[in-house]
């Protein structure tokens, strides 16, 4: 893949601007170092007026207990349902009762009809905690510091009652091929071993 190999001057790297992935950890250029959490969202509006008080107080409390800045993303995407339809397409083919396939030929002619006047979006959110660290810092003590950070990060988003979860190594990745290849990212996929073969290409260039 383009996108995780391509190791020369002018490359994703020097664009994008990190350096590689290890271990949960975002690593960039100059002692820069950064954990990226996913959080879910909270319907505020559907929440009584006491609740909203308490969600305000609350979250204006934890933003003022932190010593570092934050990044928020959030990220709309529209669903791509083609592997979905095409799952729903071969059931139907197969289905040998005729009530059964009438009926799943019919939802996924639904589906298509829907999906052609309507764009159907997904919101994910992000949370981007920061670490800068001298140059020449050693990976494992700009790692534990990080760890810190991320835990009270995510014990202050759970008080307000909101799901989080670090995301990996290849999440994170995933995160940027799907950024900047999205259509390239519909047909190709990352996986563990693509994570493996990326970070192999890292320590030859860095060398």
Excluded: C
């Excluded at 071969?90 to 009438?102: L, P, Q, S, T």
């Excluded at 999906?115 to 050693?138: E, G, T, W």
């Excluded at 799901?163 to 990996?168: P, T």
């Amino acid at each position: 893949m383009q996108l995780l190999i391509n190791q020369k001057k002018g490359s994703y790297r020097q664009q994008i601007g990190f350096k590689e992935v290890r271990d949960e950890v975002l690593i960039l250029p100059r002692g820069n170092y950064r954990t990226i959490i996913e959080t879910s969202s909270i319907n505020f509006e559907l929440k009584s007026d006491a609740e909203q008080d308490a969600i305000i107080e609350n979250y204006q409390s934890f933003l003022n207990s932190l010593g570092w800045s934050l990044q928020i993303i959030i990220r709309t995407r529209e669903i791509d349902l083609d592997a979905y339809l095409s799952e729903i397409d071969m059931r139907a083919e197969k289905e040998e009762v005729a009530i059964y396939k009438k009926q799943l030929i019919s939802y996924a002619a639904f589906i298509r009809g829907l999906v052609s006047v309507n764009h159907i979006l997904s919101r994910s959110f992000y949370v981007v905690i920061p670490l800068n660290m001298p140059m020449k810092a050693d990976f494992d003590l700009a790692k534990e510091q990080l760890a810190l950070r991320t835990e009270i990060i995510v014990k202050g988003l759970q008080r307000l009652g909101m799901n989080v979860r670090v995301l990996s190594g290849l999440e994170i990745l995933n995160l940027y091929y799907t950024f900047y290849n999205p259509q390239q990212a519909k047909i190709q996929p990352l996986t563990s071993a693509a994570l493996k073969t990326a970070h192999m290409a890292w320590i030859k260039a860095d060398k």
